[in-house]
């Protein structure tokens, strides 16, 4: 399990993310209020952004997010309009290392999956791994079902351009709750194409992990923001409704799309 905050907006220092708020990503590592399945989010952090060149770009660390000496000075130089940051607590069979830690990029998305797929390793995984084409299955470094989800969408994507990020998301909880075959899945999902920000807050045989996100926080103005847990007190974040695709626009209202 995970906690994610993403951001979209006008230009901001990481800080105003990782550092800043009253519930920020360092403290959602330390003391997190809404984790389910763990007490800590100590097993590395990391947080993407674009660069100016509009690539995706990536700094991740195994350690947890409070040990790390270079973040100050890293909140402190980083401005972007898109972050998508977390902090990791690892599931069982999954080690700690720089390849198992998000967010998790190629040459245009940037990915973070917040959940667990029960039996993985010795179920769930063969069948991903039938169904991957051998470019997709050998561009996955570490051994999480989070980066096995990111090349499955990733492929879906490549494979009909003209498919929209949220129907591409929606097959692929399609799929997995084939492979599942009845088995626990937890699956809130954030991706970026560097222009929007999608979230999905879904599960299957088990409640969905919290999610939230607002547009009118007075903290971050002129901004749409997706977090596991909200930043501050704000009444202005409300919860992503169970098993629905949310979708953040610069220049539109958010949209909610059932799975």
């Known amino acids: ?7 979209l907006g006008q230009p901001i220092g990481l800080g105003g993310l990782v550092l ?4 920020s990503l360092l403290v959602q590592g330390w003391a997190p209020q809404e984790l389910k399945y763990a007490t800590l989010n100590a097993d590395g952090y990391g947080f993407a952004w674009y660069s100016d060149a509009g690539r995706p770009a990536v700094y991740t660390n195994p350690a947890p997010i409070w040990t790390d000496p270079n973040l ?7 401005v ?3 972050w998508i940051t977390s902090v990791r607590s690892a599931s069982a069979g999954n080690p700690v290392n720089h390849a198992n830690t998000q967010p998790f990029v190629d040459a245009e998305f940037i990915f973070d999956h917040n959940g667990l797929i029960d039996d993985f390793h010795a179920r769930f995984r063969p069948r991903i791994v039938a169904e991957l084409e ?6 996955i470094l570490g051994n999480t079902e989070s980066e096995y989800l990111f090349a499955v969408l990733r492929q879906l ?12 998301l929606a097959e692929l909880m399609r799929r997995v709750e084939a492979w599942a075959d009845g088995g626990r899945c937890l699956l809130n999902i ?3 194409d560097g222009e929007r920000l999608y979230a999905a807050r879904h599960a299957l045989n088990d409640d969905c992990p919290s999610l939230y996100y607002t547009t009118d926080d007075e903290l ?10 909200r930043l501050t007190e704000s009444s202005f974040w409300r919860s992503v409704p169970e098993h629905q695709i949310l979708i953040l626009d610069p220049e539109e209202p958010p949209e909610l799309l059932s799975l």
């Open 134 to 139: 051998p470019h997709y299955l050998a561009g």
């Open 157 to 168: 994507l490549a494979n009909d351009p003209d498919l929209p990020m949220e129907a591409a």
């Open 220 to 229: 971050f103005p002129e901004a749409q923001l997706i977090a596991s847990e």
């Open 190 to 192: 954030v991706v970026s």
């Open 80 to 82: 972007s309009d898109l």
């Open 20 to 23: 800043d708020p009253p519930h």
């Open 72 to 78: 100050p000075h890293l909140a402190r130089a980083l």
């Open 1 to 7: 399990m995970c906690r994610i905050i993403a951001y």
